[in-house]
């Protein structure tokens, strides 16, 4: 606010601003602002209304946050009726649709506007002085309910209208807007839909899949029942929009004769219509425009039903008249439907490149938006749990866009007797290996990650990446390919390739078709190589570029075997890619470990578990209880490691990498000294998570058993005698009943004996002189990287966290240091300078 602008003045002019900013996103698709300076003129606009709760009007942007909630919604009588409309199926209804009009109008050509049937909720908006004061739904068509207070929080819809003027007093008056030769009515019902967009169904659904809440069974359901809250701050938070598309009662002034002309003018003052409406002529441009509309209708951020044509000129329409409800000028030419219903056969999962477990249901045949559906997705085991879905199910089936078909809901009175609530299978379909859920999320997880052939090609990508075994030149595309070509079947057949291998795949791969490749190839290879050659391509279909199907049935056929003529072909590329495969076999535990891949295992777990462990051999064959005995590392990560190396797959991928991959492994150490304070039965036995085993009750465990061994074969009556309260005893007796757990309890103790046996004397050298402590570093360093500052204080005993806190030792402050800097001044926490870094770790060298 200026200093010559009053309160007044100023939120006046953030009104305008803001309406200008939603005018220009939601109706003209033109956004001219940064959603940051939205938001911030807003939040001024508040803080005004605030201080000054005189300056605050109905029609301001700020009450669109929600209102109080209502205990019901009051009835309102619409002044003009709002009709359904006639449906038509078929192209012969509608060509006696556009017949009857012109034999009764005496047209040969009736002109109409063809506008998407929105598959939202239809409302009315009226507008008073172009100020709204009421916003209704159809309900029966003659009464519906009162939603003002839930349709002013859908941002798409004007709580002014464009044109809309302040007289003296504060009072609102209708006037033109620039262009226009029609002032806004006096009064103005506008009627149109409310919608969910897909984009915003499908976040939303996912958060709420993510936090167990109830999911919207499809956009329409979302935008209906998101209008119908009682408490206007729910519907606020739900992705709504809206599009105008007709009037009903208007009073004190004069429209334009068209309803094409009508759409226009309630789009210059302010009301979002659809870019989709179009002017047509007879029944041949109307089946145009449907045929054109339906082929994109997939792809379209909305859902729509069909299309309405509507005759475009007012008289017209009068002369028709209705008939019964609906009106004779008006009719809907509807889409084949989105929702079906069908029976469920079978429930399998099916588990995609990042090793998520997905329940899919077999579904009996049915037609579903004009294809053919025999599978559609349950999203996640919660989902299943909340819908109940068996199999011999009867269920509504929908498809919308590009999402693949779901399943949205069970007829339950079609449910036949017998059948059984579905489980999660214990094993990967694809692989075998175990799967595992994590703890607190919906998803479940193939744990075969290196060695499951559905996770296969991600698991190459990871392992290839920079900062995992760093294999420079071995991009996604190639990836795809060597996979999809049989050529590498697991990551150390990555060891084995060469330059006639890569040569080969680079030549398929940039073949657009196979004349392309024959045409490549008789540039690069003596004559009776591509002979050879020739009679090989000779039985494949010749497919288009985007095709891969000929490419990988070529490839699958192995690498020709012929030399490359040298002076033909570029090589350096290939000779690289080897020589970057070749320099990753020499690696880093923390590396290695990195890039198997395991769940949960990041760069900074990795660097953890090569720092206190030292050696592959003993984390892989590690129970994962013992894991708990880094810092940092919690249950959900130990499981995950454990489960990781519980996999037989998974350690045969580890066995070929190290045998016939030739990986090495340089930096193999003892286990941290420091170790030696972290172990102990009494350890153990509270990182096995026993119920109602606490830390206290495994002190007292520990005193009297000599091992976990021994622990594992008493009875209730011991485990008391040892002063467990019986509560306890009882809880560690029914959890040793399991085979699996006293299993993992016997050889978790083993592991615990090996460890102990394997550790050094623990010194003051070995643990450094930051142990304990907690270092930040922010900004930018000169003399060396934040990596390699991080590495060389971590091994002084320093750990190196990413926020700042009370606990922080000091922070490492670079050029351009941010808000890190800002935290540590605030705290208190000592701050260092890059030279007073690089002189403390000269010193300790």
């Known amino acids: 606010m200026t200093a010559s602008q009053s309160p007044a003045e100023r939120a006046a002019e953030l009104r305008r601003r803001i309406d200008d900013a939603n005018y220009r996103y939601h109706v003209l698709d033109e956004p001219d602002i940064p959603d940051v300076d939205y938001d911030r003129m807003l939040r001024e606009l508040q803080e005004l209304e605030t201080a000054h709760p005189d300056l605050a009007t109905p029609d301001s ?85 009162d939603v003002t207070a839930n349709l002013r929080t859908v941002k798409a ?29 006096k009064v103005l019902e506008v009627r149109g839909e409310v919608y969910m967009p897909r984009a915003g169904f499908e976040k939303y659904n996912e958060q709420a899949r993510l936090h167990g809440g109830k999911v919207l069974a499809n956009p329409r359901n979302g935008a209906a029942g998101s209008l119908r809250q009682l408490d206007p701050r729910i519907t606020a938070q739900r992705p709504l929009a809206f599009y105008a598309y007709g009037l009903g009662e208007v009073r004190g002034g004069e429209l334009p004769d068209t309803h094409s002309a009508i759409l226009a003018q309630l789009k210059a ?151 059984e609530p579905w489980q999660m299978p214990a094993r990967c379909p694809v692989c075998g290996a175990e799967i595992v859920r994590e703890e607190g999320e919906a998803a479940w997880r193939c744990s075969g990650e290196l060695s499951c052939p559905a996770q296969r090609k991600e698991a190459l990508f990871h392992f290839a990446s920079r900062r995992a075994m760093d294999i420079d030149g071995l991009g996604e595309k190639f990836i795809e390919a060597l996979v999809d070509g049989g050529m590498v079947h697991s990551v150390a057949d990555l060891y084995r390739l060469g330059l006639d291998q890569l040569l080969w795949l680079r030549m398929v791969l940039n073949a657009g078709t196979r004349a392309d490749l024959l045409a490549e190839a008789h540039d690069h290879l003596p004559a009776d190589a591509y002979a050879a050659l020739l009679r090989r391509v000779d039985v494949l279909p010749a497919g288009p570029a985007e095709d891969m199907a000929w490419r990988v049935a070529l490839l699958r056929e192995g690498v020709p075997p012929f030399a490359w003529n ?30 198997l891949g395991i769940e949960q295992v990041g760069e900074s777990t990795a660097k953890a578990l090569a720092a206190w462990f030292g050696d592959l051999e003993l984390i892989r064959h590690m129970p994962w209880p013992l894991f ?59 990182d096995l998570e026993i119920p109602k085993v606490t830390r206290i009750r495994a002190d007292q465990l520990a005193a009297a058993f000599p091992s976990a061994q021994a622990i594992a074969g008493e009875q209730p009556d011991r485990f008391v005698a040892a002063g467990l309260p019986e509560e ?34 623990a010194d003051a050298a070995a ?79």
Do not use: C
């Not at 004007?158 to 033109?176: D, E």
């Open 728 to 761: 306890a005893a009882r809880s560690l007796a029914a959890w040793l009943e399991d085979d699996d757990h006293r299993g993992l309890l016997v050889r978790a103790g083993e592991a615990l004996q090996t460890l102990l046996q394997r550790l050094p004397e």
């Open 157 to 185: 819809i004007p709580l002014r209208l464009r044109g809309a003027g302040i007289g003296k007093g504060g009072n609102r008056t209708a006037s033109a807007i620039p262009d226009s030769p029609f002032p806004i009515p």
């Open 61 to 145: 942007p700020t009450q669109r946050v929600g209102a109080m909630p209502s205990s019901k919604f009051a009835e309102v009588v619409h002044k003009v009726p709002m009709l359904s409309l006639g449906n038509a199926f078929s192209d012969e209804e509608v060509h006696e649709f556009v017949r009857r009009i012109g034999e009764r109008l005496e047209r040969k050509a009736p002109v109409f506007s063809a506008e998407p049937k929105m598959d939202g909720l239809a409302i009315s908006l009226r507008y008073e002085d172009g100020v709204l004061v009421q916003g209704a739904t159809r309900g029966d068509g003659s009464t519906g309910e």
């Open 767 to 845: 643990s450094g002189p930051l142990e304990g402590q907690t270092v930040v570093l922010t900004g930018t360093l000169s003399s060396l990287t934040r990596e390699q500052a991080g590495e060389r204080l971590q091994a002084l005993g320093a750990k190196v966290a990413g926020s700042v806190s009370k606990k922080t030792a000091f922070v490492v402050a670079g050029e351009a240091a941010g808000s890190k800097l800002e935290k540590a001044l605030a705290l208190g926490v000592e701050v260092w300078d890059e030279a007073r870094l690089l002189q403390y770790l000269e010193s300790h060298r």
């Open 628 to 686: 708990k005995r880094v810092p940092d590392i919690g249950g959900e990560v130990a499981r995950a490691i454990g489960h990781f190396f519980d996999q037989p797959g998974n350690q045969r991928a580890v066995d070929e990498l190290l045998g016939r991959g030739g990986v090495r492994i340089g930096d193999t150490h003892a286990p941290s000294a420091r170790l030696r304070g972290e172990l102990g039965l009494a350890a153990l036995l509270a």
């Open 269 to 419: 003052w302010g009301l979002p219509v659809s870019d989709l409406v179009q002017k047509v002529t007879g029944a041949d441009g109307l089946l145009d425009y449907y045929r054109r509309i339906g082929a994109r209708r997939d792809s379209l951020p909305f859902d729509i039903d069909g299309v309405v044509y509507k005759l475009d000129d007012l008289a017209g329409q009068r002369e028709m008249g209705f008939v019964a409800r609906a009106p004779r000028w008006a009719i809907a030419h509807k889409f084949p439907a989105q929702e079906q219903t069908t029976t469920v056969e079978a429930i399998g999962i099916q588990i995609g490149r990042t090793g998520a477990a997905t329940p899919v249901a077999r579904l009996a045949p049915v037609h579903v938006a004009g294809v053919m559906v025999t599978n559609a997705t349950l999203h996640n085991a919660d989902q299943i749990a909340r819908l109940d879905v068996r199999v011999g199910d009867t269920v509504i089936v929908r498809r919308a866009g590009d999402v693949i078909p779901e399943v949205v809901s069970v007829v339950l009175e079609r449910r036949p007797p017998g059948t």
């Open 566 to 595: 040298p002076k033909k072909i570029a090589t350096k590329w290939a000779e690289n890619l080897v020589e970057a495969i070749e320099r990753s076999r020499d690696t880093t535990l923390e590396r290695f470990l990195y890039a």
